[in-house]
């Protein structure tokens, strides 16, 4: 550590205590605000082992210990008399210490400090398990504020603070050590492996989040030493939004949420916390933006003329159902971008049925007869098949050339389509991850749209886009069926444009959702039958493919054969499923789409892009399994034609957050309100796998809770913006700057 030192919060000596307000109030000077970044085993108490501990919880420097905060705070128990404490109640005590002494046990790695203590009421033995180091510090005649709880061997001590200050050098202490060989050694905040000065002076205490090996104790106890080296640590936010929002400055914020004197100045201080970590993601993300249009190259010049708009109007007009008013607002935000002179980045994402696949063709068309070409790039070859069999009818008789390319095409047949590519005689491309192969170019690609865009990695969207002419970038769009609650698009999405369908064609009915148990299944098989018989079509999906006895759950393979063989034996059974090659599932899902079978029994491999209007009736079973985005999209995929469609979500053991689940999904039909219940319930992360492609873990704001703190950090970055004019600007680089060092690479993940 460096020389220079800092000066410590006073001591206490044997006088009137300081209250802890008073200590946190006290001036800490750090000769350098970097001293931050030093790292923890900077404080007393931490060396290479719980360093290591330490790092594995995420904390490696005093910053990432400052802003690991309480997660919870709780009020601090009362003070009692020796004679009044009762068997298990946590209590605080005043005592004298009498004696002490180390008791030997046999067992390694074990400590016991016993003590004989003594108040007004009387003595009683108090007992440190596991504390060794509490021998060099409690000195016999001494006075001490101890925390615990009565039990069978004596009042055990979770946290004791001095009341006559440290021990002179040179005075003895308790197991005959002499005090001055064991005293602390100078640290950040002048306090050894002591609990902090005051800490029991207030009515609350903030709940450090454990590590798996460090107990909370010892979190609050670094903590207190840490917050000594805010006193200069600059303040990253400006002082009008501070002012706007009534938020404290970060030194008091920090101090006070780890420490607070009272709950209301915690709320504040962990309040501002979050709004700051939000407001600089926010900073992090609308640079990435503004970097990309200035380092990426420009796309084609896309002019279809007066007579290719007259193309795209014409046939809009021959659609044969009508656009909703989102679907034509998506349109002319997707044409401005393309007129733009920048690369376009949008995340299309929409409702069930909502129309995503026609606001993307009708963007292709647009670069088809602006003489460019489009590709299309899905996940799975089902998904492909099908988006390939959509975009050729819905372009049918526009003279527009579609072609499929997936792992399954014939090598002739596909060497034949990727010479008629590179010649430009091929106009939209649809296809898997075969698209990104090395020897697939284009010869003016344009515009690349990825479907399940979470599906595919950063470099592989990337890759798809590179595939543009040299010395261009292609205009790109992001397409998801997953509605996306407005806080994770925020934040997972920030650095893109978004855009979001919510209505349904008005000739679209909601689908009836239906909760059963296995006891059910008679009921539910026989309105399936009914509907059937009716000349309707079924699904029955199943959480496995094949039976686990482990699981306990049904299998497709296995549930196929019982109902060929049981309830459904005059009627034409398929099955697909996500083990069966290229070949058989084209198969079945073809004999379905034409009619040819009456029921598929299938895994999730159908939740998007299977388009049956005449399916009615969906049957899932184990439904607890699922989550309540799947669920929804499942559910999607009856209903999509003029007779309706029920879904009945059959439960075995559900436990109360599946139930939950299942009843948000019975009693709510609206995609994007389904996706804000379903953050709620399962956390930021396990939204469409967000976690893994963008959403930052935040050290102190929580989403959604913190949904309205970050529609506030991003309007306050907007006026920001229009006042100083950009991000680059002489008094908003500093703030940019910082917001990059905070976040790096993390916060535009994409």
Same mark, same amino acid.
């Given at each position: 550590?460096? =020389?220079?030192?800092?000066?410590?919060?006073?001591?206490?000596?044997?006088?009137?205590? $300081?209250?802890?307000?008073?200590?946190?109030?006290?001036?800490?000077?750090?000769?350098?605000?970097?001293?931050?970044?030093?790292?923890?085993?900077?404080?007393?108490?931490?060396?290479?082992?719980?360093?290591?501990?330490?790092?594995?919880?995420?904390?490696?420097?005093?910053?990432?210990?400052?802003?690991?905060?309480?997660?919870?705070?709780?009020?601090?128990?009362?003070?009692?008399?020796?004679?009044?404490?009762?068997?298990?109640?946590?209590?605080?005590?005043?005592?004298?210490?009498?004696?002490?002494?180390?008791?030997?046990?046999?067992?390694?790695?074990?400590?016991?400090?016993?003590?004989?203590?003594?108040?007004?009421?009387?003595?009683?033995?108090?007992?440190?398990?596991?504390?060794?180091?509490?021998?060099?510090?409690?000195?016999?005649?001494?006075?001490?504020?101890?925390?615990?709880?009565?039990?069978?061997?004596?009042?055990?001590?979770?946290?004791?603070?001095?009341?006559?200050?440290?021990?002179?050098?040179?005075?003895?202490?308790?197991?005959?050590?002499?005090?001055?060989?064991?005293?602390?050694?100078?640290?950040?905040?002048?306090?050894?492996?002591?609990? $902090?000065?005051?800490?029991?002076?207030?009515?609350? *205490?903030?709940?450090?989040?454990?590590?798996?090996?460090?107990?909370?104790?010892?979190?609050?106890?670094? =903590?207190?030493?840490?917050?000594?080296?805010?006193?200069?640590?600059?303040?990253?936010?400006?002082?009008?939004?501070?002012?706007?929002?009534?938020?404290?400055?970060?030194?008091?914020?920090?101090?006070?949420?780890?420490?607070?004197?009272?709950?209301?100045?915690?709320?504040?201080?962990?309040?501002?916390?979050?709004?700051?970590?939000?407001?600089?993601?926010?900073?992090?993300?609308?640079?990435?933006?503004?970097?990309?249009?200035?380092?990426?190259?420009?796309?084609?010049?896309?002019?279809?003329?007066?007579?290719?708009?007259?193309?795209?109007?014409?046939?809009?007009?021959?659609?044969?159902?009508?656009?909703?008013?989102?679907?034509?607002?998506?349109?002319?935000?997707?044409?401005?971008? %393309?007129?733009?002179?920048?690369?376009?980045?949008?995340?299309?994402?929409?409702?069930?049925?909502?129309?995503?696949?026609?606001?993307?063709?009708?963007?292709?068309?647009?670069?088809?007869?602006?003489?460019?070409?489009?590709?299309?790039?899905?996940?799975?070859?089902?998904?492909?098949?099908?988006?390939?069999?959509?975009?050729?009818?819905?372009?049918?008789?526009?003279?527009?050339?579609?072609?499929?390319?997936?792992?399954?095409?014939?090598?002739?047949?596909?060497?034949?389509?990727?010479?008629?590519?590179?010649?430009?005689?091929?106009?939209?491309?649809?296809?898997?991850? =075969?698209?990104?192969?090395?020897?697939?170019?284009?010869?003016?690609?344009?515009?690349?749209?990825?479907?399940?865009?979470?599906?595919?990695?950063?470099?592989?969207?990337?890759?798809?886009?590179?595939?543009?002419?040299?010395?261009?970038?292609?205009?790109?769009?992001?397409?998801?069926?997953?509605?996306?609650?407005?806080?994770?698009? %925020?934040?997972?999405?920030?650095?893109?444009?978004?855009?979001?369908?919510?209505?349904?064609?008005?000739?679209?009915?909601?689908?009836?959702?239906?909760?059963?148990?296995?006891?059910?299944?008679?009921?539910?098989?026989?309105? %399936?039958?009914?509907?059937?018989?009716?000349?309707?079509?079924?699904?029955?999906?199943? $959480?496995?493919?094949?039976?686990?006895?482990?699981?306990?759950?049904?299998?497709?393979?296995?549930?196929?054969?019982?109902?060929?063989?049981?309830?459904?034996?005059?009627?034409?059974?398929?099955?697909?499923?996500?083990?069966?090659?290229?070949?058989?599932?084209?198969?079945?899902?073809?004999?379905?789409?034409?009619? *040819?079978?009456?029921?598929?029994?299938?895994?999730?491999?159908?939740?998007?892009?299977?388009?049956?209007?005449?399916?009615?009736?969906?049957?899932?079973?184990?439904?607890?399994?699922?989550?309540?985005?799947?669920?929804?999209?499942?559910?999607?995929?009856?209903?999509?034609? *003029?007779?309706?469609?029920?879904?009945?979500?059959?439960?075995?053991?559900?436990?109360?957050?599946?139930?939950?689940?299942?009843?948000?999904?019975?009693?709510?039909?609206?995609?994007?309100?389904?996706?804000?219940?379903?953050?709620?319930?399962?956390?930021?992360?396990?939204?469409?796998?967000?976690?893994?492609?963008?959403?930052?873990?935040? *050290?102190?704001?929580?989403?959604?809770?913190?949904?309205? %703190?970050?529609?506030?950090?991003?309007?306050?970055?907007?006026?920001?913006?229009?006042?100083?004019?950009?991000?680059?600007?002489?008094?908003?680089?500093?703030?940019?700057?910082?917001?990059?060092?905070?976040?790096?690479?993390?916060?535009?993940?994409?």
């Amino acid at each position: 550590m460096a =020389a220079s030192q800092p000066v410590a919060p006073p001591a206490l000596g044997g006088g009137a205590r $300081p209250s802890r307000a008073a200590l946190l109030a006290a001036p800490v000077r750090w000769p350098r605000p970097e001293r931050l970044d030093l790292p923890l085993g900077e404080l007393s108490g931490i060396g290479p082992k719980l360093g290591s501990r330490a790092a594995e919880a995420g904390v490696e420097t005093i910053f990432d210990l400052l802003w690991r905060v309480p997660r919870a705070y709780g009020e601090i128990p009362d003070r009692v008399t020796l004679g009044r404490l009762r068997r298990g109640e946590p209590a605080i005590v005043t005592v004298e210490l009498l004696g002490l002494r180390t008791v030997r046990v046999r067992r390694r790695g074990f400590s016991v400090i016993e003590a004989r203590v003594a108040d007004e009421s009387g003595a009683r033995k108090a007992v440190w398990f596991n504390q060794p180091w509490v021998a060099d510090r409690l000195v016999v005649g001494h006075h001490y504020l101890l925390e615990g709880r009565l039990e069978a061997k004596g009042f055990t001590v979770a946290v004791a603070e001095p009341l006559d200050g440290p021990p002179p050098a040179g005075e003895p202490s308790g197991g005959n050590r002499v005090a001055d060989a064991a005293r602390p050694k100078q640290t950040v905040a002048g306090w050894g492996r002591g609990d $902090p000065p005051g800490l029991m002076d207030q009515g609350i *205490r903030g709940r450090h989040p454990a590590g798996e090996s460090i107990k909370p104790a010892r979190w609050r106890r670094w =903590a207190w030493q840490a917050t000594a080296a805010a006193g200069e640590m600059a303040e990253p936010l400006p002082a009008v939004l501070l002012g706007r929002r009534g938020l404290p400055g970060a030194v008091a914020a920090i101090r006070e949420a780890h420490f607070p004197v009272t709950a209301t100045r915690s709320d504040q201080a962990v309040r501002r916390l979050a709004y700051e970590e939000l407001f600089l993601h926010q900073v992090v993300l609308r640079r990435g933006r503004v970097e990309l249009r200035r380092e990426t190259d420009p796309p084609p010049a896309l002019d279809a003329g007066r007579s290719g708009a007259a193309v795209v109007s014409d046939w809009e007009c021959g659609l044969p159902f009508e656009l909703t008013a989102d679907q034509v607002r998506a349109m002319a935000e997707i044409d401005a971008d %393309l007129g733009s002179g920048h690369p376009m980045r949008r995340l299309l994402m929409g409702e069930v049925g909502a129309g995503k696949t026609v606001v993307a063709v009708r963007a292709m068309l647009g670069a088809h007869v602006a003489g460019a070409q489009s590709a299309i790039m899905a996940p799975t070859e089902v998904l492909a098949e099908q988006h390939a069999v959509t975009v050729r009818r819905l372009l049918a008789g526009t003279g527009v050339r579609v072609e499929l390319l997936t792992g399954s095409v014939p090598a002739s047949r596909r060497g034949a389509i990727l010479a008629d590519l590179v010649a430009g005689e091929v106009d939209i491309v649809v296809g898997t991850h =075969a698209l990104l192969e090395d020897d697939v170019a284009f010869r003016r690609l344009a515009l690349a749209v990825v479907d399940e865009e979470h599906r595919f990695g950063v470099s592989q969207r990337a890759r798809l886009a590179g595939k543009a002419p040299s010395g261009h970038s292609a205009h790109f769009l992001q397409m998801t069926a997953t509605p996306i609650p407005r806080t994770l698009s %925020l934040t997972a999405y920030g650095d893109l444009d978004v855009t979001a369908l919510h209505q349904l064609p008005a000739d679209r009915k909601p689908v009836e959702t239906v909760l059963a148990t296995g006891t059910d299944r008679e009921a539910v098989f026989g309105r %399936l039958k009914g509907e059937v018989s009716r000349g309707r079509q079924a699904f029955v999906v199943c $959480p496995l493919v094949e039976g686990s006895d482990d699981l306990g759950a049904r299998a497709a393979a296995a549930e196929a054969e019982r109902l060929r063989d049981g309830e459904l034996r005059e009627f034409e059974v398929g099955l697909v499923h996500g083990q069966m090659n290229a070949a058989r599932k084209e198969l079945a899902m073809s004999a379905f789409a034409e009619g *040819r079978t009456d029921v598929l029994v299938a895994t999730t491999v159908v939740e998007v892009g299977i388009d049956v209007p005449n399916a009615t009736v969906m049957v899932i079973e184990g439904a607890e399994r699922y989550g309540l985005s799947q669920l929804h999209q499942l559910r999607g995929r009856v209903g999509r034609g *003029r007779h309706g469609g029920t879904c009945f979500l059959i439960a075995a053991a559900a436990g109360p957050r599946a139930r939950r689940r299942l009843a948000a999904v019975a009693g709510e039909s609206d995609g994007f309100r389904l996706a804000e219940i379903d953050l709620e319930l399962r956390g930021e992360g396990e939204i469409t796998g967000t976690r893994q492609h963008g959403l930052p873990r935040f *050290r102190v704001a929580d989403l959604p809770r913190d949904a309205e %703190l970050l529609e506030q950090a991003r309007d306050d970055l907007d006026r920001l913006l229009e006042l100083h004019g950009g991000l680059d600007s002489p008094a908003l680089s500093p703030l940019s700057e910082l917001a990059g060092s905070r976040f790096g690479p993390e916060g535009i993940r994409r």
